[in-house]
């Protein structure tokens, strides 16, 4: 699902990054995740999940949950059609 060609192009037409697609997918597929998680599951380097998060955070893709370590949650796709 991570690599799903029809996918990503499908996000990337409202408006996501290659990685902020893959972050976003790994949510949806996974659940919660640490920063940690998703760095290890799309092979995007640990420094830069920080800055795919915030960015998805601000378009509304995410939700940030105020846990420690922080975790991160995928809105469901069907709440970000509405």
Partial sequence: MLSNPEIINALSQLGLTNYE?????SL??????????????????????????????AKGFINVLPTKPMKYKAIHPKELIK
Avoid: F, H, Q, R
């Fill in 28 to 57: 949806v597929s996974e659940g919660i995740c640490t920063a940690k998680d998703i760095s290890n599951i799309c092979g995007i380097p640990y420094g830069k999940v920080y800055e795919v998060i915030n960015s998805l955070a």
């Fill in 21 to 25: 697609s893959k972050v976003y997918l």
